[in-house]
């Protein structure tokens, strides 16, 4: 599909975040996970909590300006499951990595409504942004799954 296809199809995108990160969206933009733990200065430590791992549970953290912020968890993944469904040498750490280093769209509202609804413990918020904008601004890192 090509870029022209895709806005025609889908002149929308929709991000589901936590109600408490819309500051930090407004501010700085929409960070992947990564980003994020990097922002945060995150001991070696926590790093290793944090990445490269499945993450059963949202985790929180505090910038030293304190800044809260949530990384979401890898939720419904399994890890058995995932790893006998990766090629090419690739690992579930490996796995967890290349998703923190990404933010995340739907092409559908109601999609992103369902995932905003399955993480309800916390009031969350869809985010919606123009197609054409994203593309324009982040071409060259936008992977369509």
Same mark, same amino acid.
Request: charged residues 15%; glycine residues 6%.
């Given at each position: 599909m090509d870029d022209a296809e895709f806005l025609e199809r889908y002149p929308r995108l929709y991000h589901v &975040?936590?109600?408490g990160a819309i500051d /930090? =969206?407004?501010r700085s933009g929409l960070l992947s996970a990564a980003k994020v733990i990097d922002l945060c200065g995150a /001991? $070696?430590?926590?790093r290793l909590l944090l990445e490269g791992r499945h993450r059963d549970r949202m985790m $929180?953290? /505090?910038s030293k300006e304190g800044q809260r /912020?949530? =990384?979401?968890? #890898? #939720? $419904?993944m399994a890890e058995k499951k995932l &790893?006998?469904?990766l090629d090419d040498g690739m690992i579930p750490s490996d796995w967890y990595r290349l998703l923190d280093r #990404? &933010?995340?769209f739907w092409v559908s509202k109601a999609r992103a409504c369902?995932? &905003?609804r399955a993480y309800r413990q916390l009031e969350q918020v869809v985010v919606v942004v123009r197609t054409q904008a994203v593309l324009e601004r982040c071409r060259s890192s936008v992977r369509l799954t």
């Open positions: &975040a936590w109600s /930090s =969206i407004k /001991s $070696p430590a926590d $929180p953290l /505090s /912020s949530l =990384i979401r968890d #890898h #939720h $419904p &790893a006998g469904l #990404h &933010a995340f369902g995932m &905003a």
